[in-house]
């Protein structure tokens, strides 16, 4: 549901709930939205605080306003990751399961496993996500 804030030729505001913007223009064309106040038929679609669009309101060719490029946010995700994740190195195995195992206190890692490793980790009920983080120059 879409609620639209619409007013009337007489200057009364009222919202209108609708499936999609094609559900409000065929009503408003077939004249079966009316202001709760007056009467009126003939009303119009007015800004509101609060506007979320849809992908049918946008035009095709028309960009986001703000363009971030993929590498920017490859790296600010990789600085994340280095700042905010101990790094364990090729002992993350070892980690994960003493960690699992409540032998260690819980805490973000990094680190790298073998094939093997990731497996005997799935079947020890440990979660872990696989990131291939690309070495960047500089």
């Known amino acids: 549901m879409i609620i639209y804030d619409l007013r009337c030729q007489d200057g009364h505001k009222f919202e209108g709930w609708f499936k999609d913007r ?12 009316a202001c709760p106040v007056c009467g009126i038929a003939d009303v119009t679609l007015v800004p509101s605080s609060v506007a979320i669009m849809g992908r049918e ?4 060719s028309e960009k986001p306003k703000t363009e971030v490029s993929p590498l920017k946010i490859l790296r600010e995700f990789q600085e994340y990751i280095h700042k905010h994740f101990d790094d364990v190195g090729e002992k993350f ?5 003493r960690i699992h195992h409540g032998e260690e206190e ?23 996500i696989k990131i291939p983080l690309p070495k960047f120059d500089g």
């Open 22 to 33: 094609g559900a409000f223009e065929e009503q408003k064309a077939e004249r079966l939205i």
């Open 57 to 60: 309101a946008r035009s095709v």
């Open 93 to 97: 195995t070892e980690v994960a399961l």
């Open 106 to 128: 819980r805490r973000d890692i990094r680190g790298t496993t073998t094939r093997s490793e990731e497996e005997m980790l799935l079947e020890e009920g440990v979660q872990f």
